[in-house]
Nanobody, 119 residues
Framework: QVQLVESGGGLVQAGGSLRLSCAAN????????LGWFRQAPGKEREFVAD????????YLANSVKGRFTISRDKAKFTMYLQMNNLKPEDTAIYYC????????????WGQGTQVTVSS
């Protein structure tokens, strides 16, 4: 069973910053690609960013490039999403997700953490 636990969401003013964390474990870090998705009210869930298992290659959605950074701490088995210059349109529930190396889809999900950006 893949367990992912997000934290770090909250309410922030436009232009502010938040850092989300996704706690995993050694097994997940060894065999899964981890990523972030978000879902705003009334909208489909969308990809935000992911980080290949080698930790060196990251992909970010165009809407967050230049503002968000994805990283991981191997010693803590934790992935982060640093979000700067937040905009009201970033308001959503943010989910941590894992994709097995043997698969093509993200199949395991955390419970989500709410991010609200006020204008």
């Amino acid at each position: 069973q893949v367990q992912l636990v997000e934290s770090g969401g909250g309410l922030v003013q436009a232009g502010g910053s938040l850092r989300l964390s996704c706690a995993a474990n050694e097994r997940i870090f060894a065999a899964y690609t981890l990523g972030w998705f978000r879902q705003a009210p009334g909208k489909e869930r969308e990809f935000v960013a992911d980080l290949l298992r080698n930790g060196g290659t990251a992909y970010l959605a165009n809407s967050v490039k230049g503002r968000f950074t994805i990283s991981r701490d191997k010693a803590k088995f934790t992935m982060y999403l640093q979000m700067n210059n937040l905009k009201p349109e970033d308001t959503a529930i943010y989910y941590c997700a894992a994709k097995p190396d043997t698969g093509t889809d993200f199949t395991s999900w955390g419970q989500g953490t709410q991010v609200t950006v006020s204008s």
